[in-house]
């Protein structure tokens, strides 16, 4: 049974940098592409990054780029989001997604959650100002 677990989320100042990870078990993690996408109370979940499961390709929303980095090491069997300069709209409960497909999607595909097939907790960064 398939298992993401995030970490790394805590509270911080603005411009300051955190890293997320996203640890997977009970599959074979080099085949999954993985997304982190991000909620607030009373909005949709948010999409912020994805790398496909050869590392090959990655996409950020806008309102990210730059900012954010999305990587992963398959030894590990791990997903990294590393958040540098962050603001206060940052402020969400993260959360980790899998999709199994091994084929590359058009882009806006992974914007969506219902492109994902196994979901984390989730983990609370907070951005003071």
């Known amino acids: 049974q398939i298992q993401l677990v995030e970490s790394g989320g805590r509270l911080v100042q603005a411009g300051e940098s955190l890293r997320l990870s996203c640890a997977v078990s009970?599959?074979?993690?080099?085949?999954?592409?993985m997304g982190w996408f991000r909620q607030v109370p009373g909005k949709n979940r948010e999409f912020v990054a994805v790398?496909?499961?050869?590392?090959?390709?990655?996409y950020y929303t806008d309102s990210v780029k730059g900012r954010f980095t999305i990587s992963r090491d398959n030894a590990k069997n791990t997903v990294y989001l590393q958040m540098n300069s962050l603001k206060p709209e940052d402020t969400a409960v993260y959360v980790c997604?899998?999709?199994?497909?091994?084929?590359?999607?058009?882009?806006?595909?992974?914007?969506?959650?219902?492109?994902?097939?196994?979901w984390g907790q989730g983990t609370q960064v907070t951005v003071s100002s």
């Open positions: 790398i496909t499961w050869n590392g090959g390709t990655t």
């Open positions: 009970g599959y074979t993690f080099s085949s999954l592409t």
């Open positions: 997604a899998a999709d199994r497909l091994t084929q590359l999607k058009p882009t806006e595909s992974y914007y969506y959650t219902s492109e994902y097939d196994y």
